[in-house]
């Protein structure tokens, strides 16, 4: 089993230089959060749940467990050792799927509605596409999911410094899973904004403030993949569907498939998130340009 670090290789790389113990926090399929004295979250994922931004990647059998929560783990330049398993670093590989300062054009508003009409045809209910059928919990989310979106592009629109920061502290934490609906939709909203050359400084500061501000209000795995998204790390399938979209590929249902794909609805929020980047880069008043997940021509 291949095992990835979501966090920055350049912090395993730190983490990595000297000798010390780190604590097993959590444990969800096979994979591990590490907890460090110093307090930082060093998370290790199996391949592909998720594809990780970054980190450290290891050669494991399948369905070997690496440790229990409350282990202490100890860390050392050639070696991460668990009581039962050593993860030998020479046999590791550090990865960067970073997309640094690079500028990405916006895509026709054509081109978007295309994208959208993909997603919205592939979604399924229990996030921004709709409850799910007689789930009264499940319905009561919805609406503040919504709630939280809808305030969010009012207050871009407006330039309310405030509404923008009220919003995205709303959105955090948002939902159920490893990764609520809220933040997978923030993560991308702040993977489209990013790298837009369009993109409004100032905006997108408050957005990554707030994020950066309320991160302890959600998991500890979407708090790693939130982070990464702060520091413009992204997985590959994210990218790849950024770079196919943004520079509008004659196809990009196969990237888009790989994103759906991820998590019950991980996928489809995410891909909301960036139909709304590119949608508030174009200028589409909420009122006249996007309503119920459909791109209305102005």
Partial sequence: MQLIAITADSAWHTALKTLKTATVESVFRRAVNLRLDSGELLSIFPAGSPNAPAGLIGSHQVGQTLGGIGETVQ?????????T???????????????????????????IEQFAQRVQAQAIHGSFYGAMPNDVFNSAQ??????????????????SIEGIADATRQLIGLGIGLTPSGDDYLLGLLLVLNHAVEADDAKLTVVKQSISDNLETTT????ACLRAGLERRYSEPLRDLLIAVANQADSFEVVLQAVLSHGATSGQDTCTGMLDGWILLQDLAIENGYVNNELIPA
């Fill in 142 to 159: 919805v609406i503040r999911l919504e709630r939280g979106r809808a305030q969010l592009k009012l207050a871009w629109m407006q330039s």
């Fill in 85 to 111: 398993t050593t993860i030998a670093i020479n046999e590791c590989q550090f990865v960067t799927n970073s997309l640094n300062e690079r500028q990405l054009p916006v895509p026709s508003c054509d081109y």
């Fill in 220 to 223: 500890n795995v979407s708090q």
């Fill in 75 to 83: 860390l050392s330049p050639t070696a991460i050792t668990f009581k």
